[in-house]
Each structure stands twice: as structure tokens, then as C-alpha cells.
């Protein structure tokens, strides 16, 4: 129900605790909603021998829109060293992207015909995702 009203999450306490005014305590439980997209890799920081995060985007119409980037999840199950071997065969000059992302290190621009699903937390207004997680490529 907290997905569906568009909630951030639930957070529960066992009814028999004591409940503690002012401080943080292990008897209350944050349960939050996460959202699981596609999107195509547009670009990554790092080098070509160690990939550092990614930045994504989704196509809307013909226009490729920058939404995110991480460097959360590219550790697990050896997605760094298969992500480089695509992703050296698609470097470009410059920025598929259509709006600039606001990235302030250097940036390895790739065609954007890699997908990876992303785990988040919501949609900000201007558009990005929050807290992404790479889960999976494609």
C-alpha cells in the first residue's frame, strides 16, 4: 500500500518495546520502497582498467536523458570486468547525453547501448533517481 500511495517507505516498532524519546534505538524498523528500472550507460568515470561509477539515462522519443549515476552495486559478481569489455568497444568523443550531467570528474562518454537495471529509492523533481544500486546488466 505505501508503494502504491507513492510513500517512501514504513517504518514499524514492536508493539511490547519501550518506546525512547530523543534517540535512535533498535526497536524501530524503516522499511523502504525500491523501484527497479532499465537504463542504457551513457558514460562512466575511472579508467578503462577500473571503472569507478556509471552514468545512465533513458531515451524519450530520439533524445538520450542523463537521470543518474553510482558507483554502488559494479563490485558484485564481477560486473566491472564484463562492463569494461563492452564498454571499451562503444567509447566516444562526446556526450550522448542531451541534458549535461552534473558529473564534476573526468568522463569516458559511451554509446549507449548497454543497459543495466538500477535499483532506487524515488524520483527527484528535477528528474534523477535517488540512491541507485546497479543490480544487474543486460
Given at each position: 500500500?505505501?508503494?502504491?500511495?507513492?510513500?517512501?517507505?514504513?517504518v514499524?516498532?514492536?508493539?511490547?518495546?519501550?518506546?525512547?524519546?530523543?534517540?535512535r534505538?533498535?526497536?524501530?524498523?524503516?522499511?523502504?520502497?525500491?523501484?527497479?528500472?532499465?537504463?542504457?550507460?551513457?558514460?562512466?568515470?575511472?579508467?578503462?582498467?577500473?571503472?569507478?561509477?556509471?552514468?545512465?539515462?533513458?531515451?524519450?522519443?530520439?533524445?538520450?536523458?542523463?537521470?543518474?549515476?553510482?558507483?554502488?552495486?559494479?563490485?558484485?559478481?564481477?560486473?566491472?570486468?564484463?562492463?569494461?569489455r563492452?564498454?571499451?568497444?562503444?567509447?566516444?568523443?562526446?556526450?550522448?547525453?542531451?541534458?549535461?550531467?552534473?558529473?564534476?570528474?573526468?568522463?569516458?562518454?559511451?554509446?549507449?547501448?548497454?543497459?543495466?537495471?538500477?535499483?532506487?529509492?524515488?524520483w527527484?523533481?528535477?528528474?534523477?533517481?535517488?540512491?541507485?544500486?546497479?543490480?544487474?546488466?543486460?
Amino acid at each position: 500500500m505505501a508503494s502504491q500511495r507513492g510513500l517512501e517507505g514504513i517504518v514499524g516498532k514492536d508493539a511490547a518495546s519501550p518506546y525512547v524519546s530523543g534517540s535512535r534505538t533498535d526497536y524501530w524498523v524503516k522499511f523502504k520502497n525500491h523501484r527497479i528500472e532499465r537504463f542504457h550507460i551513457g558514460g562512466f568515470t575511472g579508467n578503462l582498467n577500473q571503472i569507478e561509477s556509471l552514468l545512465f539515462g533513458m531515451f524519450k522519443g530520439k533524445e538520450f536523458i542523463h537521470v543518474g549515476h553510482t558507483d554502488k552495486g559494479l563490485a558484485r559478481g564481477g560486473n566491472r570486468e564484463q562492463l569494461q569489455r563492452r564498454l571499451k568497444e562503444l567509447i566516444r568523443l562526446t556526450s550522448p547525453f542531451k541534458n549535461r550531467p552534473d558529473v564534476t570528474t573526468a568522463v569516458h562518454w559511451v554509446e549507449p547501448k548497454v543497459t543495466c537495471r538500477v535499483r532506487f529509492l524515488e524520483w527527484t523533481q528535477d528528474g534523477n533517481v535517488r540512491h541507485a544500486t546497479v543490480v544487474g546488466l543486460d
